[in-house]
């Protein structure tokens, strides 16, 4: 029986390339995302559901899970690659910047791994990878962009976090942690770099599938940093 994945961010530039890995290995996939303008390669596809939910909203995020929960009965594994991104150094970064990065880049996966989380524990089964980022790593590639970087870290210690309420137990939080991603949104607003250095997103897909699949089952709490040559 095929595994259902959620995938948030899901009409992204990575989010997109991910949907299309998993439906192409046999998952069930719960896309979610406020438009599926980049995803009509899915159209027809009886393994394929297009949903939309206000990842910001909390308690709207609490009830879909619960619905999708009613719905698929299991929940397998959960792709959490909302996010944003802004420059801005301490001298720039105002609290007006920095809650709107924590918004989009910690609770937009918090609510999600929230009630997931609960779920998998007592399915005694589940997969949660955060869409982590190198700057969060490295103060000096982060410090140009601080709020992107202070709040794409905190992910690494919820999956720790995480993984240590699990310990035991079959449910791993990942985090992804990616170098410069080649979609057309970074090409465009770096349109000088050489963009061969960039990471694919058909890799971090290949990555995100390999979480889920039996492969990756021996693996617990771990940080997947992928950054090609950039």
């Not at 720790?160 to 057309?184: H, M, Q």
């Amino acid at each position: 029986m095929p595994k259902t994945i959620l995938i948030t961010g899901a009409n992204g530039g990575l989010g997109a390339t991910t949907v299309k890995k998993f439906l192409d290995k046999g998952y069930k996939v719960i896309a979610v995302d406020q438009s599926g303008a980049h995803l009509g390669f899915a159209a027809g596809n009886d393994n394929f559901q297009l949903k939309s939910v206000d990842a910001t909203d909390e308690q709207a995020v609490a009830d879909f899970v619960e619905e999708l929960i009613e719905l698929y009965d299991n929940i397998d594994g959960a792709l959490l690659l909302v996010g944003g991104f802004t420059m801005g150094d301490i001298t720039t970064t105002d609290a007006a910047a920095l809650r709107h990065m924590f918004s989009l880049n910690f609770e937009t996966a918090y609510f999600f791994a929230r009630p997931l989380f609960r779920h998998m524990l007592e399915k005694g089964y589940g997969r949660l990878a955060f869409m982590g980022a190198r700057p969060a790593l490295m103060p000096e590639q982060g410090k140009g962009a601080l709020a992107y970087s202070l709040t794409k870290s905190l992910l690494f210690r919820l999956a720790e976090l995480l993984n240590a309420t699990a310990k035991g137990k079959n449910v791993v939080a990942s985090v992804v942690a990616p170098s410069t991603i080649d979609t057309d949104v970074n090409r465009k607003s770096m349109p000088d770099a050489d963009f061969s250095d960039w990471v694919k997103p058909e890799d971090i897909a290949t990555l995100l599938e390999f979480i889920c699949s039996d492969e990756g089952n021996a693996l617990r709490e771990p940080v997947y940093k992928i950054y090609n040559n950039a």
